[in-house]
């Protein structure tokens, strides 16, 4: 069965960091591009925030998180993680990693980040 699974996400104050991390199962996650979105809670879409190429070439965060959001990946152990410094309220939702290439369309099932004093 092929799924995507995001760890990482918690409680955090603001002003912190967190590393989230995205792996897959089913198949072979370092073959394909990969990209971080976050639903923000009682909203009704997820938006992208970061996404990269297969080989880590090609990187994108969008320009409201850019110089926060760093996107990565480590194909020999096949994961592609997303580092947020500076965590602000606004930064509360959940984070979804997804691939949306040829023929493969999966998204994980989401890990919470709680941005609170």
């Known amino acids: 069965q092929v799924q995507l699974v995001e760890s990482g996400g918690g409680l955090v104050q603001p002003g912190g960091s967190l590393r989230l991390s995205c792996t897959a199962s089913?198949?072979?996650?370092?073959?394909?591009?990969v990209s971080w979105h976050r639903q923000g809670l009682g909203k009704e879409s997820r938006l992208m925030v970061a996404?990269?190429?297969?080989?880590?070439?090609?990187?994108r965060v969008v320009d409201h998180v850019k110089g926060r959001f760093t996107i990565f990946r480590d194909n020999f152990n096949r994961t592609v993680g997303l580092e947020i410094n500076n965590l602000t309220p606004d930064d509360t939702a959940v984070y979804y990693c997804?691939?949306?290439?040829?023929?493969?369309?999966?998204w994980g099932k989401g890990t919470l980040v709680t941005v609170s004093s």
């Open positions: 996404g990269i190429s297969a080989d880590g070439s090609g990187i």
């Open positions: 089913g198949f072979d996650l370092s073959q394909w591009p």
């Open positions: 997804h691939i949306n290439s040829h023929h493969m369309n999966v």
